[in-house]
């Protein structure tokens, strides 16, 4: 670890600044574009709007990151060299958002206080709606900036609110008007996720910047000189909230009923006919795109298709590729059709083109019959389509399939669902050439047969049985005199449970709840177990993310210990009286004499792109570079597990934690997520920790929420990311989620922590609980009381979730009481306790 003194801005710093800056316009898209843009020189600019100056880099919650500094949208115009001609507008709205940050304290107090909940817990990820106001739009300049920001975060889902997920009245009024009043007028979005954009569609130019770290004003600079281009496209369809199947029922506080089923964005989009205001993988840049394919080749239980993209505009840029199949509708209802492969050109000058070519297996095609609890090929005919948006894909060749073939024999999982998923009444089966698209009558055809399919049946593990092994030491297994069986077999039960539970202390207090529960890094989410440093064994230090490492800016040593300077609680102080104050300030422990002689420290990290901006860039290239940065961090810093990335499928706009997640599309997740995965890991005793495996798809009551789901939905959904990341990049651990699955917490389930995972995946890692995942701290966090009773710490040992996180005496008592109950419910044996303290053993051993 580096032990910064310095404060001054370090060499890696700037290095790794200059690279995101470089690289996150490819995660950036015009919605909009009329063609006066870019600039050619700085210019006088009228500067309007919440995200002018309070400039949104990431959400708030565990995906924030402490920076040295980020740059504003308005410093970044500013040291680009243009004149801001609206300081008196920015600064009367600077003090209108003081008054009423006042009265949106008090109200979400008052409501803590109504619920009988912590308002500091109640706050975490509650954001305020834009006001409205009448401040005159009478600043010269030769163009227009108005700049629209949304924060969301951890804890809270967006509202179906003016201010939120709609405009308010007054952004409306002021696009419109700014629009009308100006040639040249661009709306800047500095969002993390949908705003539904229908009473301003129509204005001359909507850039999505999105949030984008450290240099996002700067980013923005860049663009509109023409300095950089975007070469983006929307990894989320983006319609007026209520057109969303997902819509109705979303964040109910007891049971979600996913009724839409399969039917998830573009998917249900399509299939229904219903056309969104912007489709899937849709983005302009500053030029224009043709392609052509040249060529289709199905051999090997492979597909292939070459694309020629063509620059035909005046500018630079890049262009994505996006391949799609359509499959028959027959026993099995099917979407319009489905993502396969995905590409993004080189740089391609004016007339410069250049080929593109995308393979993916056939067998990826199938689809999941609940009733066979197979993975299956329906015969019949495929059209695969090649396009720049789900909207734009127009068919490129058949593939016809003889008969059905049987991919996958599995178990059925996760048993629960109570209604039959939706299933569209329009005809459905886009392989028809009835449907949709007639340009099918003149492309190629290629037959294969289903006895040529692979097929597989995977085999489930049973319980295991105890070992016996000599007494031993860490030392012993780390210079090969010892196996780790040996070591775990000489452990006695205590000490396995331990191994399994985070390291704590018996008065943790609150900042471990928020993030702060690791002793060797200051302001680290969280550690494994020194109990066993006796013998040897050392620790894991886990740090959050997934926008860059959240950690302590400054921080002491005293008695080995890293202290963080940083208060836990800042930002949340304002929900607190007076009274709670004072409270807080006299059980606060008083510096000692050493403490208060120790020298400062320093840790500044660089914020990355949301995972959001990540998965609209389209490019492992960059999602590889966001990946290297945090792995070079994390070595300076002495972190092991960064506990990112978060790759839960988008379900519904209103999910607060979206802006942390990449796609409503699960191959765009799991293909970008294995790309930062394999980077991070790349850099020694470095690991990720995907998360939140599975289905945390909304934050409301989000410890104790239900989410019923049919089994075909969970597999083809909500865990083919998981599945795409795990089998190609082998991440060293996952996080279960917060919530339940069909009646069961997700940290609880054999299903899908050891059946799933494990034994179809082949996932070779540790598996770690969410912070209080399995316990009754976090509970009536966002209600009073819950329906659904909290997770066990004994039953993350039962299903295979080998880590339970940040660690309290609750959980070693569960553990050990389920030792010897039977009727606990979830008794365990020392032979799965075994397994689960060999799985983190092997973790540090590897990491250490």
Known sequence: MVRITDETMQPFEKEHIDAVRKAAPECTLFLKRDGTLPLDAPCRVALYGSGARKTIKGGTGSGDVNVRHFVTIEEGLQKAGFEITTKKWLDEYDALLVSRRAEFVRQVKEEA??????????????????????????????????????ISGEGADRAMVAGDISLSETEIQDILALNKKYEKFVLVLNVGGMVDLEPVKDVKNILLLGQLGTPTGDVLADLLLGKSYPSGKLAMTWAPIGKYASTKGFGDM????????????????????????????????????????????????????????????????????????????????KPYQELAAFGKTKELRPGECANVTLGFNIVDMASYDTELSSYILEGGKYIIRVGNSSEDAVPCCKVVLDETAVIRKVKNICPGCTFKDFVPETETDAASETVKDRSMADIPVHRIWAKDMPQEIVVYDEMPREQAGNACTWEDVKNGRSTIDEFVGSLNEKQLAYLSIGLFEDHAGMGSIVGAAAQSVAGAAGESSQRLQDLGVPSLVMADGPA????????????????????????????????????????????????????????YCTAIPIGTALAQSFSEEVCRMCGDIVGDEMEKFGIHLWLAPAMNIQRSPLCGRNFEYYSEDPLVSGRLAAAVTKSVQAHKGCGVTVKHFALNNQETNRTASNSIVSERAIREIYLRGFEICVREAQPHTLMSSYNLVNGEHTCNSRDLQTHVLRNEWGFEGMVMTDWYAAGSTMLGINKGESKHPAGSSAGCIHAGNDLVMPGMQADLDDMMDALSNPEHAYPITKAQLQVTAKRVLEMVLKLT
């Not at 305020?128 to 920001?149: H, K, S």
């Not at 008695?559 to 807080?584: N, Y």
């Open 113 to 150: 206080r109504q619920l009988g909940i912590n308002p500091v817990m109640y706050c975490m990820g509650k954001a305020m709606p834009e006001p409205g106001y009448e401040f005159a739009l009478d600043a010269g300049g030769e163009m227009a900036v108005y700049a629209l920001a949304r």
């Open 254 to 333: 007891d049971d979600t009923l996913y009724t839409e089923g399969i039917y998830v964005g573009y998917r249900y989009f399509d299939t229904v006919h219903e056309k969104p205001d912007f489709p899937f993988g849709y983005g302009l840049s500053y030029t224009n795109f043709e392609m052509a394919v040249k060529d289709t080749v199905v051999e090997t239980g492979k597909i292939t298709v070459t694309v020629e993209v063509r620059n035909t505009g005046t500018f630079a840029g890049k262009e994505t590729v996006q391949v799609y199949y359509s499959a028959p509708a027959g026993k099995l209802d």
């Open 548 to 603: 860059g490492l959240r950690l302590c800016t400054k921080y002491k040593v005293v008695d080995g210990k890293a202290k963080g300077v940083d208060s836990p609680l800042a930002g949340f102080t304002d929900f607190l009286d007076a009274e709670q104050l004072r409270q807080m300030a006299a059980m606060a422990p008083r510096p000692s004499e050493e403490e208060l002689a120790a020298p400062l420290n320093y840790m």
